[in-house]
């Protein structure tokens, strides 16, 4: 299987935290997360490149989500912090083997989904 398994989604209160997994199989320079909300594209949400361990992140979620990496398990994480009712959407983990992380059609791999809903 190459496609990547998250993990941790549920069901919290607005301005609660979630901490979301990904594994994945296959060993990408990219790993991102993008998510889809109700009736709305799929968004860019952050990425790690592994070399240097970079990061980056869409403004809106920028100072309360933070990626990062486990080398030896080829695991990614998304914490969410100060989670807001907008944050509710279906995350997804995506490996990349290109060098632009900010566009979905850049990911050769995705995971199934899971689903991240913030109520009031």
């Known amino acids: 299987q190459v496609q990547p398994v998250e993990s941790g989604g549920g069901l919290v209160q607005a301005g609660g935290s979630l901490r979301l997994s990904c594994a994945a199989s296959v060993r990408t320079p990219i790993m991102g997360w993008f998510r889809q909300g109700p009736g709305k594209a799929r968004d860019f949400v952050a990425a790690?490149?592994?070399?240097?361990?970079?990061?980056y992140y869409a403004d809106s979620v920028k100072g309360r989500f933070t990626i990062s990496g486990d080398n030896a398990k080829n695991t990614v994480y998304l914490q969410m912090n100060s989670l807001k009712i907008e944050d509710t959407a279906v995350y997804y983990c995506?490996?990349?083997?290109?060098?632009?992380?900010?566009?979905?059609?850049?990911?050769?791999?995705w995971g199934q989904g899971t689903q991240v809903t913030v109520s009031s």
């Open positions: 790690i490149r592994w070399s240097g361990e970079t990061t």
């Open positions: 995506a490996s990349s083997y290109s060098s632009y992380v900010w566009t979905d059609h850049e990911y050769a791999y």
